[in-house]
């Protein structure tokens, strides 16, 4: 069995996935298989990957969204651990050997993740604050925003089968949720050197073809809450955070002249304000 299982879910992508596959490729770590999970592709990316050759499982399925390819890349997967990989990112070469060698001097370990260098329309663009990485527990850093790249990270199969995958109820920010779902129980080890690329500002991401996206965050933090799964201090800075981005909400849709998403925004944020104030079971 492979140690390590490489999963790149794609979708009318046929442009990038050649470099993506070629940078798993180029892995100095050489004990992985490479699934490839094409999701309806429509722009001739079946054609291409049926010529691509070398050790390569694929898996062609109806389009159903990232997450939907991402679990079905998870329940054909066979390694130890799962590295997931966008087709429109690259692993630098030696990505998978120094995680894996981590993890493996780290046998309590659950998830390492990496920094990155960003690129948007192919120019080099420095991260922000906000997007600065931790260690340790990160669950309060993961609220606001997706620090954790996915294309980054490597984690044990057995514990992201136990956590169910991916919420493929969410068209976008799914990576958020399972942060979350992952943070709330485990530590998170930052590897400081930069080991992917991402490539970012091409029309077909979801963060530029759906506006928003903090209405996907607010439905993950509504899901986490009504299953009372966190602790007291994890309930009060979720609550916090998910009525800070229904109040962004509430004013994006009352510039749009949308009043009744405003007013269900604005009743979410009320039933978990009198639940904090012990008026809502």
């Known amino acids: ?10 979708y009318n992508r046929r442009h990038f996935l050649p470099e993506a596959v070629a940078s798993v490729r180029r892995q ?10 094409d999701d309806g592709s429509e722009d ?3 054609e291409m990957l ?15 969204g990232v997450s939907a390819a991402r679990n079905r890349g998870l329940a054909e997967a066979r390694g130890k651990y799962i590295a997931y990989l966008d087709s429109d ?34 120019v080099r663009v420095n991260q922000k604050k906000k997007h600065r990485k931790y260690s340790g527990d990160i669950f309060a850093f993961c609220l606001p925003l997706c620090i954790v ?10 514990v992201l089968v136990e956590l169910g995958g991916f919420d493929e109820t969410l068209p976008a920010c799914e990576d958020y949720d399972l942060w979350l779902r992952l943070a709330r129980m485990y530590p998170f080890h930052f ?18 073809s759906l506006w928003g996206l903090d209405r996907f965050r607010v439905q993950s933090l509504d899901k986490f809450l009504t299953a009372r799964l966190l602790t007291a201090e994890q309930r009060e800075q979720t609550i916090r955070e998910l009525q800070r981005k229904c109040r962004i909400l509430i004013q994006g849709s009352l510039k749009r002249g949308q009043w009744e998403k405003a007013e269900i925004y604005e009743a979410l944020s009320r039933k978990w304000q009198l639940s904090r ?3 809502v079971a």
């Open 89 to 122: 990112d690259l692993w630098h070469p030696h990505k998978l050997q120094i995680q894996v060698e981590y993890m493996e001097a780290h046998p309590a370990a659950v998830v390492t993740y990496t920094d990155e260098i960003w690129i948007r329309r192919g």
């Open 28 to 37: 100095t770590y050489r004990d992985w298989e490479l699934i490839i999970v």
């Open 149 to 158: 790249s996915l294309s980054s990270a490597l984690l044990r199969r057995d």
């Open 44 to 46: 001739g990316t079946r």
């Open 277 to 279: 104030e012990g008026c």
């Open 50 to 64: 049926e010529k691509l050759g070398g050790p390569v499982r694929l898996l062609f399925t109806e389009h159903r």
């Open 191 to 208: 590897e400081p050197r930069p080991l992917i690329t991402k490539r970012g500002g091409h029309p077909d991401q979801l963060s530029r």
């Open 1 to 10: 069995m492979p140690q390590v299982s490489v999963v790149i879910p794609t």
